[in-house]
């Protein structure tokens, strides 16, 4: 399983939010980058950079942020938050970005993303999935749809998507541990899927849960800037 840390940035900053509430906001650090640093440093290989400016604007805003990570570690980068537009896509790709993160559009412009997937190739996106009861919920969950999780994700692996991850909104940035019994019946019915947990990993433990059903990816977040899960625990992992 590969463990992904996620860097979420406002105004070019390292935060977490709660529950994906802008007032519940706490900035970690000022240099995006140094955190990167020190990822690659501990023998991580992949990021999950999250642009919440771009996701509340509907346009890439933090791109720089990305630029400067890429230039500056050998992480392989998926970033998300924003990509309304082609020239969205184009300068998140110039900017160094492995892979794009689509979640909203995917839900609200199907044949747009499909014409993506055509032109550049599904293996340059990650599909995010986030679920409430569920559900996908989108705009950075401030919108829940009545589009159905395993319905959405069969559409989109149905044309080309092999990478995916799911986040449980409801367990976002609560440290409360992850959806297991919903990745569980995402995992079964897609079992050739490059399948990544998300949200509410608080401890090694759960890491292992996830590895044990199966997960073949594991997103974190506030569990690393909170020290419930050490740059130690990470490497060693």
């Known amino acids: 399983m590969v463990l992904i840390p996620a860097i979420d940035i406002i105004d070019g900053k390292c935060v977490r939010l709660t529950q994906g509430d802008y007032a519940q906001k706490t900035v970690y650090n000022e240099n995006p980058l140094e955190v990167a640093k020190m990822f690659e440093a501990a023998g991580l290989q992949r990021l999950h950079l999250v642009d919440l400016d771009g996701a509340k604007a509907g346009a890439v805003k933090n791109w720089k942020v990305l630029e400067s990570i890429a230039n500056h570690t050998g992480l392989v980068i998926d970033f998300g938050g924003g990509i309304k537009k082609e020239e969205d ?46 559900k996908i919920a989108i705009g950075g969950w ?11 994700i069969e559409k989109y692996a149905g044309k080309g998507i092999r990478q995916l991850f799911c986040t449980d909104v409801s367990k976002d940035g609560k440290l409360e541990g992850p959806s297991v019994a919903l990745y569980q019946k995402i995992i079964a019915r897609f079992p050739e899927l490059f ?25 974190i977040g506030k569990a690393i800037y909170e020290n419930r899960i050490t740059i130690d625990q990470l490497r060693s992992f």
């Open 142 to 152: 401030l919108e829940t749809t009545d589009v159905e999780v395993t319905g959405f």
């Open 195 to 219: 399948f990544i947990a998300s949200g509410g990993v608080s401890s090694i433990e759960d890491l292992e849960e996830l590895r044990a059903i199966g997960c073949s990816g594991a997103i």
């Open 89 to 134: 896509l184009q300068l998140v790709f110039g900017s160094g970005a492995a892979l794009a993160t689509i979640g909203s559009l995917a839900v609200k412009n199907e044949a747009l993303f499909s014409e993506w997937i055509e032109k550049y190739g599904a293996g340059k996106f990650l599909l995010g999935a986030d679920v409430k009861d569920e």
